[in-house]
């Protein structure tokens, strides 16, 4: 018998390679982004004992009943029947993308997208660039043509995902040369990408994965993850660490995403907030389980609208985006888009709604490789501290950007007073567009 307080019996290798197999077919069917995927096998071989592995399966559809007993338990049958899953067992219902085309210009995939078989990707004298890092893959494999003539195709997979290259280059070349030894993960997919470069170049690089701990630094699948610790899609919200906006406040951090410079505005730019109010009350209230599911539909509500606007995910932190637009009006549409969405999605779950509030400015903003940094991206920050939720607020400076096209309702202002600021600043609530955002 296990003596009180003791830590439970250390998992064996079976028992870790039981998970695996369960992380394998969540990432089969969608339920897991390859990145993910190979941040919970990583703490699948970290982990010591039960407990070790709850936030590594709490949230995925599993047979070991809700008190692991087909994994561990005094007494169990590593082989007995298990039990009924914890969630239901229903896969994302997200799109497939087939083709992915930049003809004299820039195209890329990033955030969380979907890929089944096979897909195609086409550079036209421009560049493309595939980020594979945050993708739902299906099925054991997926095949990429990449078709670059007189332009280049980029891919970027996490470390520790198999990737095969191969076809053909003429006067031009095929690269996996930034792709890290690494032992493949188990149970991970396939990437098979056919390159055919004509005067073009096809290239594959795998990068860590980019999951945000409490301390605000990453972690890899190699480098493994403290149990106790809640990391982005895995723990609960009190131990996402500070709010976004928080730290960009308070000081400069590092960007969450490593993005594409080619695709990222610069000079004037319009950044955007995000918030979840009240989010620990909500943890609270429904438990990390239910919590961590309105948060991944909060973050699948937010990328849509901002894939669909063309904005740019800068980063992301626990419960808060910050987004660049190379355009105010294209960033208030998002913003407005946003809050419809998630009004929709409230009057269907009343029980459980869901408050965003979101702060936007434009502003001359000062690039540091992926990341913006200075103070038009404080001052947005700020303006979504005192923003409520299901408000979109805006610095004078952007309503006066937007104003004389007649496309939004503005409100008539409020004077704030923003920490660091001597004087107060006017902000304006949107309320609405002549076509209420789409």
């Excluded at 407990?51 to 007993?69: C, K, M, N, R, Y």
């Excluded at 599911?293 to 894939?307: G, K, P, S, T, V």
Aim: hydrophobic share 35%; proline share 6%.
């Amino acid at each position: 018998m296990t003596p009180p307080g003791a830590p439970g019996p250390r998992l064996s290798d079976q028992e870790r390679e039981r998970v695996i197999e369960v992380l394998k077919a969540s990432c089969g069917d969608g339920r897991l982004t390859l990145d993910e995927f190979a941040e919970r096998v990583g703490a699948a071989y970290q982990a010591v004992s039960l407990p070790d592995l709850l936030p590594v399966l709490a949230d995925l559809p599993h047979p070991f009943g809700t008190d692991f007993s087909g994994v561990l338990g005094s007494g169990t049958d590593s082989a007995a029947v298990p039990a009924a899953p914890l969630v239901p067992d229903t896969a994302p219902d997200r799109s497939v993308t087939r083709w992915t085309v930049s003809i004299m210009g820039g195209s890329q995939r990033r955030g969380r997208w979907r890929l089944r078989e096979k897909t195609s990707v086409v550079a036209l004298m421009g560049g493309c660039h595939l980020d594979l890092r945050n993708a739902e893959i299906e099925g054991p494999e997926v095949v990429i043509s990449a078709f670059a003539v007189m332009g280049g195709v980029e891919i970027t997979v996490p470390e520790g995902i198999e990737v095969e290259l191969g076809g053909l280059a003429i006067m031009g070349g095929k690269d996996a040369r930034r792709l890290k030894a690494v032992p493949p993960l188990p149970g991970s997919p396939t990437i098979r990408v056919k390159a055919f470069a004509f005067w073009g170049g096809v290239s594959v690089r795998s990068k860590p994965t980019h999951i945000q701990r409490s301390d605000d630094r990453s972690v890899g699948p190699s480098g493994g993850r403290d149990p106790s610790i809640g990391a982005g899609p895995i723990g609960p919200e009190r131990s996402l660490g500070p709010r976004l906006i928080d730290v960009v406040v308070e000081g400069p951090g590092d960007s969450g995403y490593d993005l594409d410079e080619g695709g990222l505005p610069d000079g004037t730019v319009t950044i955007m907030f995000s918030d979840i109010e009240g989010f620990t009350s909500i943890t609270e209230s429904l438990g990390d389980r239910r919590a961590m599911d309105i948060l991944r539909e909060h973050n699948d509500i937010i990328r849509r609208r901002i894939a669909s606007c063309g904005g740019h995910e800068v980063k992301a932190q626990g419960d808060g985006f910050m987004v660049a637009f190379s355009g105010a009006s294209r960033a208030l549409q998002c913003a407005l888009g946003i809050q419809i969405d998630f009004a929709a999605r409230n009057r269907t779950m009343p029980a459980s709604p869901v408050q965003v509030r979101l702060g936007l400015h434009s502003g001359e903003a000062i690039r540091d490789g992926n990341d913006f940094l200075g103070g038009a991206v404080i001052l947005a920050a700020r303006i979504t501290q005192q923003a409520k939720g299901g408000e979109v607020l805006v610095s004078s400076v952007l309503k006066e950007l937007c104003d004389l096209t007649g496309e939004f309702h503005f409100e008539d202002g409020r004077d704030v007073y923003l920490k660091g600021l001597s004087e107060s600043r006017r902000v304006y609530s949107v309320t609405g567009t002549g076509d209420d955002a789409g």
